[in-house]
């Protein structure tokens, strides 16, 4: 039984690959392929296992985009329950290293909660 998070985050991945196609173009068939195998967390767990960065966060950080990465997501603190402190590390060390503000993208996006969040609790 999947929680109400588990299901969010794989509607947000999911709603994040759409945008990528409809905002620059970007196709991410393998792991819209791998959300359909193994679910958003599991995905987002897999990506982030990889010693470096998927050719999709590349993708990403090249299209100045990294606000719409797995990372990113992971980072969020209604998802902080979904993942080990180390793959919330991974995430934000990997943002970190390609210059991305995750101290503003926090800030920014935790003022407005998606509205399941606090009907969740």
Do not use: C
């Not at 392929?33 to 982030?48: N, P, S």
């Amino acid at each position: 039984m999947s929680t109400v998070a588990e299901r969010q985050f794989y509607l947000d991945m999911v709603a994040g690959a759409q945008r990528l196609k409809r905002e620059i173009g970007y196709n991410p068939a393998r792991f819209t392929q791998m959300l359909g195998e193994i679910g958003g967390v599991g995905a987002a767990k897999h990506l982030l296992r990889g010693r470096d960065a998927s050719d999709g966060f590349t993708t990403l950080w090249n299209a100045r985009r990294l606000d719409v990465s797995v990372e990113a997501f992971v980072l969020l603190p209604w998802y902080e329950a979904l993942f080990t402190d180390v793959e919330r590390d991974t995430a934000r060390r990997r943002l970190e290293a390609h210059e991305f503000d995750v101290a503003r993208y926090l800030s920014d996006t935790v003022s407005s909660p998606p509205s399941w969040v606090s009907e969740s609790l």
